[in-house]
């Protein structure tokens, strides 16, 4: 089963809120890197995680365990499982990959353990999990608001290629939230980028990207400023940081651009990905 990746367009952050998130409006979509999840049932109760990355917790900080964990006491379900996880999407790196993975556990244990939930069920289990839980449940491209579990789906953008690119760094998305001072920051426009997807304005949608968790990132990192350069000076049509960091996007249409970007930034930079937006959203067959 395939865990796709996410990037944001557009992530703002609205205030910090009684319960100590902060309240988000954010619009996502599922790009073609992926994590490969296979479920194994097992002859006892256990919940098993196999990874041959050693970056991957195989206890209870990993979100699929939690996510087994969870449907299993819901249920009261007997049966055991082992989670298989192949990693490609890199771990701590703004992609939403641990999300994924229990996203794409929650999907497999529904069939698996024929329990019967629609995608509807699912996303509010996960959001019990983490943020980015709901959306991945989901997949596609949506509008995120709440603490980024509300998803309203909306169309995907027009085809193109993304270009990732991860410094060799880890970033604390809760020091990110630590550092952010919401009312000093520039707010990008959700609703002009929602507006520019709906009219598959591919020009408008790269003059609209924004991301306000990404000054703090920069500030902390600077390599993260240094990729975005490089990326623009290679020729990206719009340059963004996903997440909390520190992966780092270009959006662009034409394949020999795509190919110079991504040959330039192998030269200084480890972990660095073309891939397609995905924009399908996921069904539970």
Known sequence: MKAPAKINLSLDVLHKRP???????????????????????????????????????????????????????????????????????????????????????????????????????????????????????????????????????????????????????????????RNLKVKEVVHPDVDAMVEAIGRQDYFAICQLVGNVLEEVTLKMHPEVAHIKEQMRRFGADAVLMSGSGPTVFGLVQHDSRMQRIYNGLRGFCEQVFAVRLLGERHSLD
């Open 19 to 177: 319960d100590g998130y902060h309240e988000v409006k954010m619009v996502m979509t599922t790009i073609d890197l992926a994590d490969r999840i296979e479920l194994i049932p097992r002859a006892d109760d256990a919940i098993q995680i196999i990874s041959q990355n050693r970056f991957v917790p195989d206890d209870h900080r990993n979100l699929a365990y939690q996510a087994a964990k969870l449907l299993k006491e819901t249920f009261s379900i007997k049966q055991g499982v082992a989670i298989s996880i192949t990693k490609h999407i890199p771990v701590a790196a703004g992609l939403a990959g641990g999300s994924s993975d229990a996203a794409a556990t929650l999907r497999g244990l529904n069939k698996l353990w024929n329990l019967g939930l629609t995608l509807d069920e699912l996303a509010e289990l996960g959001a019990q999990i983490g943020s980015d839980v709901s959306f991945c449940v989901y997949g596609g491209t949506a509008i995120a608001t709440g603490r980024g579990e509300k998803i309203t789906p909306i169309p995907s953008p027009p085809p193109c290629w993304v270009v990732l690119a991860k410094p060799s760094i880890g970033v604390s998305t809760a020091e990110v939230y």
